[in-house]
C-alpha cells in the first residue's frame, strides 16, 4: 500500500494503452478468431482499470470482472471454433 503512489501511473498508462491498441487492432481484423484475442487485450486494460485505485473493491471487481469475462470468452472461441 505504501507504493500505491508509484504505481498507479503505470498500471493507468498500461490500461489505456492495452484499451486503445487492442480496440483499434480488432476494429481492422477480418478474422473473427483474431478479433476475439484483440478484444481480450482491451478487456484486460478494463479489469487493470479496476486496480487502479488499489482498494479491495477494486480488487474484488478484477476478480469478478475476470471470472465472468473467460467464462463468456470460452463460450465466444468454442462457437467460433
Do not use: C, D
Not at 486503445?20 to 486494460?45: D, E, F, P, V, W
Amino acid at each position: 500500500p505504501e507504493l500505491q503512489i508509484q504505481w498507479q501511473p503505470m498500471l493507468m498508462l498500461m490500461a489505456i494503452l492495452s484499451m486503445t491498441l487492442g480496440n483499434i487492432a480488432a476494429i481492422r481484423q477480418t478474422n473473427i478468431k483474431r478479433m476475439l484475442a484483440y478484444s481480450s487485450i482491451a478487456h484486460m486494460g478494463y479489469m487493470l482499470l479496476a486496480l487502479v485505485p488499489g482498494t479491495t473493491n477494486g480488487y474484488s471487481a478484477a476478480v469478478f470482472y475476470m471470472i465472468i469475462y473467460v467464462i463468456a470468452a470460452m463460450g465466444s472461441f468454442a462457437v467460433v471454433t
